[in-house]
Nanobody, 123 residues
Framework: EVQLVESGGGLVQAGGSLRLSCAASGFTFDDYAIGWFRQAPGKEREGVLCISSSDGSTAYEDSILGRFTISSDNAKNTVYLQMNSLKPEDTAVYYC????????????????WGQGTQVTVSS
């Protein structure tokens, strides 16, 4: 069974930083694509960043360029989302999800999802 568990969310002031973790199990970690998505209240879920074992990283959202980075530790079966210079508009529930590829990046192409972790950025 594929399992994805997010952690690391919390409350932070604008300009602060958080690092989210996605602990994965139940699949071959040397052949994967894991994306980070977020959903704010009243808004649709949107892709943020994705990383794959074959193609490296892919950005889905221009507003995070230069502020967010994605990385993986294959030995730990974990993907990280480092978030710097956080803004109130980054407030959302953040999810990690598993697919065969980062492209296409729509949520419907990701078959397995974690339960999410809340990120709240105060102004």
């Amino acid at each position: 069974e594929v399992q994805l568990v997010e952690s690391g969310g919390g409350l932070v002031q604008a300009g602060g930083s958080l690092r989210l973790s996605c602990a994965a199990s139940g699949f071959t970690f040397d052949d994967y694509a894991i994306g980070w998505f977020r959903q704010a209240p009243g808004k649709e879920r949107e892709g943020v960043l994705c990383i794959s074992s074959s193609d490296g990283s892919t950005a889905y959202e221009d507003s995070i360029l230069g502020r967010f980075t994605i990385s993986s530790d294959n030995a730990k079966n974990t993907v990280y989302l480092q978030m710097n210079s956080l803004k109130p508009e980054d407030t959302a529930v953040y999810y990690c999800a598993l697919s065969d590829s980062c492209t296409p990046g729509a949520a419907r192409y990701f078959a397995s999802w974690g339960q999410g972790t809340q990120v709240t950025v105060s102004s």
